[in-house]
């Protein structure tokens, strides 16, 4: 496995700290890990500007798991129609990811499309239940779309798989 694809592995299970750690490690990083990196520093709150993110995203994206990376790095800047179009590519591909609908769920609810949120975060749970975070996103739009029940019913995932997911324990209060 070559070292971006560890540090991808690393970046889709939430493994921030250890990503960080092992880039820092390194002496030099391709274009494709140091996006990881900076992706990595920006979900974990230690990159305030996105300077760092718009530099790596003038690197042209050539494969399909690079094109997602990308695409979240454009969600994170607020370039929304560019990360649609680059996950439009990346879910046409015949083998997308739960990854990658979950990230086309967020462009989607950034879109204010509630109704294919919707859909690509129930797609994406499909493909890999446990992830909290995409059960309780999944429950606030059924929430905003009036659908109480199924909204109720995936809090109560997000609080399976994560006692302590602040969004799934508010929800699930009102």
């Known amino acids: 496995m070559s070292i971006t694809e560890q540090f991808r592995m690393l970046h889709r299970e939430s493994r921030y700290p250890e990503?960080?750690?092992s880039a820092q490690a390194m002496e030099?990083?391709?274009?494709?890990?140091?996006?990881?990196?900076v992706l990595a520093e920006t979900m974990l709150g230690q990159r305030a500007d996105k300077q760092a993110l718009l530099l790596?995203?003038?690197?042209?994206?050539?494969?399909?798991d690079w094109?997602?990376?990308?695409?979240?790095?454009?969600?994170?800047?607020?370039?929304?129609?560019?990360a649609q179009e680059l996950l439009e590519v990346v879910l046409a591909s015949g083998a997308p990811g739960a990854?990658?609908?979950s990230r086309m769920a967020a462009v989607m609810t950034a879109?204010?499309?509630?109704?294919?949120?919707?859909?690509?975060?129930?797609?994406?749970?499909?493909?890999?239940?446990?992830?909290?975070?995409?059960?309780?996103?999944?429950?606030?739009?059924q929430t905003r779309l009036m659908e109480y029940d199924?909204?109720?019913?995936?809090?109560?995932?997000?609080?399976?798989?994560?006692?302590?997911n602040p969004q799934a324990k508010q929800g699930r209060a009102t």
């Open 111 to 141: 879109s204010d499309n509630l109704e294919l949120a919707r859909h690509y975060y129930q797609e994406a749970v499909h493909r890999e239940p446990g992830r909290d975070i995409w059960y309780a996103n999944l429950a606030s739009i």
């Open 19 to 21: 990503l960080i750690e």
């Open 56 to 64: 790596a995203m003038e690197t042209e994206a050539d494969n399909l």
């Open 150 to 164: 199924e909204a109720l019913q995936n809090y109560e995932l997000a609080l399976e798989a994560n006692p302590e």
């Open 99 to 101: 990854v990658d609908y």
């Open 28 to 37: 030099s990083l391709s274009p494709e890990a140091q996006l990881l990196m």
């Open 67 to 82: 094109k997602s990376d990308l695409a979240l790095a454009h969600i994170l800047c607020g370039n929304i129609p560019e």
